[in-house]
């Protein structure tokens, strides 16, 4: 998913007003649902193609679906946790941390330029002269948030492993390590010199520099293996036969008549059925990371 603040000691945030403080309806009386949105993008353009989504995917279950944004990727996890919300768009971190936190299952993976893999780069400005990621050191670099599966996650594992940040601290390896919040403002922050590197998905620069001049100026020096493509959650206690809805929706938006409506989204493509079991090499990041589902 497209691309896309949580553990570690730092606090949770949630914005109520957009994820609503109503609970959960009862299964048997399940009058709309609410669809919450990973902010991996600019939250107004999100919103927009999420209602749309919104209304066509209300239309193939049979049930209202509103939709609203996270302030944050964390905020995604809580509504699920606290069944504010029936469903969500999660990134692959997202996914496992409301998995673990709020026993949310995976309805459908998202399909992405024709794939249910990505993979994350350390990108750089080609004019840096930057040719390896051993030349970074001591530089600064944007990541995009501490759930960002291709934004942090998937790079400080590469990181790690390399043995070029010590002690999960990209500290001891770079001057200075910032997030951006999302792909698309990490982009702009490398291309007007705020930092030296950004960690991204492998189609960040496609996706959101629309100038190819711009795109040109960027190169990257490092990739990370294939991600499993994040996709639809629900939250814990949904009505089977809603959610069977929802999944028999969700395979249906194929095709010219859905195309546009799901590239505005989250760029992508449609959706595939899938287990829970192809999670498991992104819990195995986050607990190289020290991340534990909470008590």
Do not use: C
Request: glycine residues 8%; proline residues 5%.
């Amino acid at each position: 998913m497209t691309r896309r603040m949580v553990l570690g000691g730092l606090a949770l945030t949630i914005a109520s007003a957009l994820l609503g403080a109503a609970p959960a309806a009862d299964a048997q009386t399940q009058k709309s649902l609410h669809l919450v949105l990973t902010p991996s993008q600019r939250p107004t353009e999100l919103l927009a193609a999420g209602e749309r989504f919104g209304v066509a995917l209300g239309k193939l279950v049979g049930i209202p679906v509103r939709v609203t944004v996270a302030s944050d990727y964390a905020a995604v996890v809580e509504a699920m946790r606290n069944k504010t919300a029936d469903l969500a768009f999660l990134h692959p971190a997202g996914y496992v941390l409301a998995n673990r936190e709020a026993k949310a299952m995976i309805i459908a993976q998202d399909r992405w330029h024709g794939n249910t893999s990505y993979t994350s780069r350390i990108y750089v400005r080609k004019d840096s002269g930057i040719k390896s990621l051993e030349e970074l050191r001591g530089k600064t670099i944007a990541f995009v948030d501490p759930a960002s599966t291709s934004g942090y996650i998937w790079p400080m594992v590469l990181l790690m492993k390399r043995g070029l940040v010590q002690n999960r601290d990209p500290k001891t390896f770079f001057k200075e390590a910032v997030f951006s919040g999302a792909h698309d403002a990490a982009l702009q922050a490398l291309l007007q010199g705020h930092v030296d590197a950004l960690a991204s998905f492998d189609q960040a620069r496609e996706q959101y520099l629309k100038d190819p001049a711009e795109r040109e100026k960027l190169t990257w020096v490092a990739e990370t293996d294939p991600i499993p493509e994040g996709g639809m959650a629900s939250r814990d206690g949904l009505d089977p036969e809603i959610v069977a809805k929802v999944k028999a929706a969700l395979l249906k938006m194929r095709g010219p008549e859905y195309a546009q409506l799901l590239k505005d989204l989250y760029d992508i493509d449609g959706f595939e059925p899938v287990d829970d079991s192809v999670f498991e090499p992104v819990r195995a990041a986050m607990d190289l990371l020290g991340w534990r589902p909470k008590r």
